[in-house]
């Protein structure tokens, strides 16, 4: 078995200190923003996010003024406690995105939830539909 070390030299830690970033730093902030994706038809407004290793019981997805709001929360390591973390890069805690995206149908919204992606498909409100105008 290889064992990863890292020795650092004066100007390494100059440099992360100038930069302050320092490789293997096992302090990761909890709070992050959902990644996603957006697709827009005439009829649908499609939203995907990857939530990798969140259940679906733990996502919460509401819709108020015009804003929609997909928030998660990712459980806590089950380390045991004769167990010491001695390296994390796997990101726990609160997950959330607010979206502006205008009115919408939202009581005929569909969520599906496969293989740790969120897929919503929202149907726009007759308003937000695109409209011609016939010339005569």
């Known amino acids: 078995m290889t064992y990863l070390t890292y020795n ?5 830690q100059v440099w992360n200190t100038l930069l302050n970033w320092e ?3 096992t302090t990761v902030s909890t709070d992050f923003q959902a990644p996603v994706d957006i697709k827009e038809s005439d009829a649908t407004i499609t939203i995907t996010t990857d939530l990798p290793g969140i259940n679906k019981d733990d996502i919460t997805i509401e819709y108020h003024d015009e804003l929609l709001t997909i928030s998660a929360k990712k459980s806590e390591d089950d380390t045991s406690k004769n167990e010491t973390i ?24 569909k969520a599906d939830y496969l293989n740790g992606q969120l897929r919503l498909t929202i149907p726009k409100s007759e308003k937000d539909k695109p409209r011609r105008l016939k010339i005569t």
């Open 8 to 12: 650092q030299s004066g100007s390494d």
């Open 23 to 25: 490789p293997f730093n």
């Open 86 to 109: 001695t390296h994390s890069e796997i990101r726990r805690g609160a997950i959330s995105r607010t979206l502006s995206i205008g009115d919408i149908e939202f009581d005929n919204a």
